[in-house]
């Protein structure tokens, strides 16, 4: 479907709207929960399971494309340590995925993590990443993964056998797709992602790498 600009500009605005009524509500419960907690330290986490595309990449939703704009969310993370404080600060600018936020809160609340857990704490986690992310039919019309690290993403379309590569510090908006001149350096990229695709086709449910 081709939205036209004027189409677009309403999404937009509706989409705002949106988030005006969602950032009064959240005033009121943080006020709320102020009054309720009387002094007492707490934990606070706000995040978003998803973005939204709003006409970039000529897509509207979040369920058919893995670019940024579907991908990037909000996370906010209040705690009354300052030395916990101090350490997720150095995470503010680094890659972090939703699997990360259960080994954090633990640590955050000085519980240990169960055996085999996936994820990073935020808190302690300091080597550099790379993350897998996806999208699968019936939600999406089509199958689609994609690893990236802070300077690089492929996308993998499993049906057609067919990657896109997008340079996210030259390119943020990830308009220009490199790949047929980074391919020779993307093996190692390529086989990780066949192989998680084959075992989401099994059923397997892949979350992170």
């Known amino acids: 479907m081709e939205y036209g600009e004027e189409d677009l500009r309403v999404i937009s605005d509706l989409y705002d709207g949106e988030l005006l009524d969602l950032d009064r509500q959240l005033s009121v419960f943080l006020r709320d929960l102020e009054v309720q907690m009387s002094g007492e330290p707490y934990l606070l986490l706000i995040t978003s399971d998803h973005g939204e595309a709003l006409g970039e990449h000529g897509q509207i939703g979040h369920v058919n494309t893995l670019y940024d ?32 936020l259960a080994p954090t809160i633990l640590e955050l609340t000085d519980l240990a993590p169960w ?4 994820g990073a704490s935020l808190v302690s986690q300091t080597r550099p990443r790379t993350l897998l992310a996806e999208t699968h ?11 990236r690290d802070e300077e690089l ?15 996210l510090v ?5 308009e220009r797709d490199i790949y ?30």
């Open 115 to 118: 055996h085999g857990m996936r």
């Open 153 to 167: 993403k492929l996308i993998y379309d499993p049906a057609a056998d067919a990657f896109s590569c997008f340079d």
């Open 180 to 209: 047929s001149a980074r391919a020779s350096s993307l093996a190692p990229w390529r086989a990780r992602l066949r192989s998680h695709a084959a075992q989401a086709a099994g059923g397997l449910s892949l979350i992170h790498i």
């Open 170 to 174: 030259e390119d943020p908006g990830e």
């Open 69 to 100: 704009e579907v991908l990037k969310v909000p996370l906010v993370i209040r705690t009354p340590s300052t030395r916990d404080r101090r350490a997720l600060s150095k995470s503010s600018e680094r890659l972090v995925a939703h699997v990360d």
């Open 137 to 147: 039919k019936p939600e999406a019309p089509r199958d689609l993964l994609c690893l």
